[in-house]
Structure formats: structure tokens, C-alpha cells
């Protein structure tokens, strides 16, 4: 059977990893609302998942976010700044 190595710097990258962070610590600091991400910040469902169950939530289009949402987050991966 072949051997799987996992290289000794694997994992998100620095924007990724920050951008995880600051969505759970708005979401911790949010007082039970919502905190909305347009698009992923990261295209792991176990990232996701844990992320969700930490009240964000990840919209797929602008129409997603309630109008008066007061954290909302674009993620990388979705859209330009056109949108806001």
C-alpha cells in the first residue's frame, strides 16, 4: 500500500486562516445575530459546518443578507466590490 505524507506546512493559508478567525470572533461578539458571509471562505464542509453551528451564515447571493444585517462578510472566492 502506498504511503500518504502530509507536508509539515499544509493547511490554509494565511488570508484563509485570518479570515476564519475574524468571522468567529465577530460571531462570538454578535449578541445571538447572525453573522453573513456572501460566498465560502474556505471550500471545506467541515470548516463550513463548524463555522455555521458558530451562527454565520453563508449566503450565495447578495439577496441571501437581510438589508439591515450589521456583520456581513464577502467571501474571496465569490464577488467584486461591485455589489455593495
Request: charged fraction near 25%.
Amino acid at each position: 500500500m502506498a504511503e500518504i505524507k502530509i507536508a509539515k506546512n499544509s493547511g490554509f493559508c494565511f488570508g484563509v486562516k485570518r479570515a476564519i478567525e475574524i468571522a468567529e470572533e465577530v460571531a462570538q461578539n454578535n449578541s445571538g445575530a447572525n453573522t453573513y458571509v456572501l460566498g465560502q471562505l474556505v471550500h471545506n464542509e467541515r470548516v463550513i459546518n463548524e463555522l455555521e453551528k458558530k451562527g454565520i451564515v453563508f449566503a450565495d447571493s447578495i439577496e441571501g443578507i437581510p438589508k439591515k444585517c450589521n456583520n456581513c462578510f464577502k467571501g474571496a472566492w465569490r464577488a467584486g466590490n461591485h455589489i455593495f
